[in-house]
């Protein structure tokens, strides 16, 4: 079974701009989650989605955003980058909403500039 | 307010030895704890959980121990390989109702010297 995909890996943008990262969970995986990881933070919730609905959300902001499509998939967009955006945004997938062991995706990596 | 914390942010030991990582929480509600290991440029990889109603869970070369009344769990690896050297991050899950996160802490980077 394939893990979780995330596109693109890495990203390079300027400040003002959005971004969208795209997320496939594993197949049969019906939740996503976000995280943000920076070396400050640490690791931190973003969202989850279930079943095309966001179930929970983490203390961002409103630049911050997501969805879900049918199929699973999910993207995470982030409009007016700030350089403080500059992270690590991992997706994570597991088979219902609420479940405690999620599995990982790479990660895609974005550098606001 | 940190509510999972690991306080120790690196540890080094020698491969054959036992590496032990060290995990702190606040929450006596808590009630299943998880360890995933990251790799530079990869994403968390699940390790090994443990429910509270247990004090000991071990799987291979890792065990983990919860010691409920100090609120404090621990990841044991035995022998330390150079390839378990990453960042290890303990996790609770935080359930409300259908949905729920994980909450992680600051992580402890590990390295397994040959």
């Known amino acids: 079974k394939a893990g979780v995909t995330q596109t693109p890996r890495y990203l390079i943008k300027t400040r003002g701009q959005q971004v969208t990262l795209s997320c496939s969970p594993i197949?049969?995986?019906?939740?996503v989650s976000w995280y943000q990881q920076t070396p400050g933070q640490g690791l931190q919730f973003l969202f989850e989605?279930?079943?095309?609905?966001?179930?929970n959300k983490g203390n961002f902001p409103g630049r911050f955003s997501g969805r879900q499509f049918s199929n699973s998939r999910s993207e995470m967009n982030v409009s007016t980058l700030e350089l403080g955006d500059s992270a690590l945004y991992l997706c994570?997938?597991?088979?219902?909403?609420?479940?405690?062991?999620?599995?990982f995706g790479p990660g895609t990596r974005l550098l606001v500039l | 307010d940190q509510q999972v914390k690991q306080n120790s942010p690196s540890l080094s030991v020698q491969e054959g030895r036992i590496s032990i990582l060290n995990c702190d929480y606040t929450?006596?509600?808590?009630?299943?704890f998880l360890w995933y290991k990251k790799y530079p440029a990869e994403g968390p990889t699940f390790l090994i959980s443990i429910s509270s109603i247990k004090d000991k869970n071990e799987d291979g070369r890792f065990t983990v121990f919860l010691n409920k009344s100090a609120k404090h769990l621990s990841l044991h690896i035995v022998p330390s390989q150079p390839g378990d050297s990453a960042v290890y991050f303990c996790?609770?899950?935080?359930?409300?109702?259908?949905?729920?996160?994980?909450?992680f802490g600051q992580g402890t980077t590990l390295q397994v010297k040959p």
């Open positions: 197949s049969g995986h019906r939740s």
């Open positions: 996790a609770v899950p935080r359930r409300s109702g259908n949905t729920g996160k994980l909450i």
């Open positions: 929450n006596s509600m808590f009630d299943y």
């Open positions: 989605y279930f079943s095309e609905t966001q179930r």
């Open positions: 994570a997938s597991s088979l219902l909403a609420g479940l405690e062991t999620q599995y």
